[in-house]
């Protein structure tokens, strides 16, 4: 039921975000040197690693780690790279992973290859069995400004507690989130 779910909304997204995704792709490319998509490595279900896209808000260049780790984030940061991460913009192409199974619209976020403790703990408490998300309870109970341990708790109650119902909550709480710009620190 999960997977249909994801599949009748990503279809329907991609079809109603078309434009707004071909805009932004365009302001990207227009704005700074590199392509419009950056691929990332993320661990998926049973740490599965699998190429993540989102649109490219940092410089080319830029090494591969968790923004926090960034001496100065926001030195990296392309001329609409603030804009895209606050309004989640950067996030649009992610329905790409989610047509293909790789990502669900609810679950984890996907972590960084190279996010050993994020990795670990989550794998120690079986959330690895679960599907990445391009949102999840972490997130819309604080998100960038969450401690690790914190995020792996929220990820296990997560684990217990879905169904469609709590899904669709989780996705309310997202659109309230964004439109609000809360819990984003870069």
Same mark, same amino acid.
């Given at each position: 039921?999960?997977? =249909?779910?994801?599949?009748?909304?990503?279809?329907?997204?991609? =079809?109603?975000?078309?434009?707004?995704?071909?805009?932004?792709a365009?302001?990207?490319?227009?704005?700074s040197?590199?392509?419009?998509?950056?691929?990332?490595?993320?661990?998926?279900?049973?740490?599965k690693?699998?190429?993540?896209?989102?649109?490219?808000?940092?410089?080319?260049?830029?090494?591969?780690?968790?923004?926090?780790?960034?001496?100065?984030?926001?030195?990296?940061?392309?001329?609409?790279?603030?804009?895209l991460?606050?309004?989640?913009?950067? #996030?649009?192409?992610q329905?790409?992973?989610?047509?293909?199974?790789?990502?669900?619209?609810?679950g984890?976020?996907?972590? =960084?290859?190279?996010?050993?403790?994020?990795?670990?703990?989550?794998?120690?408490?079986?959330?690895?069995?679960?599907?990445?998300? =391009?949102?999840?309870?972490?997130?819309?109970?604080?998100?960038? #400004?969450?401690?690790?341990?914190?995020?792996?708790?929220?990820?296990?109650?997560?684990? #217990?507690?879905?169904?469609?119902?709590?899904?669709?909550?989780?996705?309310?709480?997202?659109? #309230?989130?964004?439109?609000?710009?809360?819990?984003i620190?870069?």
């Amino acid at each position: 039921m999960k997977r =249909l779910f994801d599949l009748v909304l990503a279809i329907s997204a991609s =079809l109603i975000l078309l434009i707004p995704i071909v805009i932004v792709a365009l302001a990207v490319r227009l704005t700074s040197r590199g392509p419009a998509l950056y691929w990332s490595d993320r661990v998926g279900k049973n740490n599965k690693i699998f190429k993540m896209p989102k649109f490219r808000s940092m410089r080319v260049g830029t090494p591969a780690v968790a923004t926090h780790l960034l001496k100065d984030p926001t030195a990296h940061l392309t001329p609409i790279g603030s804009f895209l991460r606050k309004s989640s913009l950067d #996030e649009l192409p992610q329905i790409w992973s989610i047509l293909t199974g790789d990502m669900s619209f609810v679950g984890p976020r996907p972590a =960084l290859f190279n996010q050993d403790d994020l990795i670990d703990q989550r794998t120690r408490l079986g959330v690895d069995v679960l599907v990445p998300g =391009l949102t999840g309870w972490a997130q819309v109970n604080g998100r960038d #400004e969450l401690p690790i341990p914190e995020k792996v708790k929220l990820d296990r109650e997560y684990l #217990e507690r879905q169904s469609l119902w709590f899904d669709i909550r989780i996705l309310w709480m997202t659109f #309230e989130k964004v439109i609000r710009r809360d819990g984003i620190t870069h």
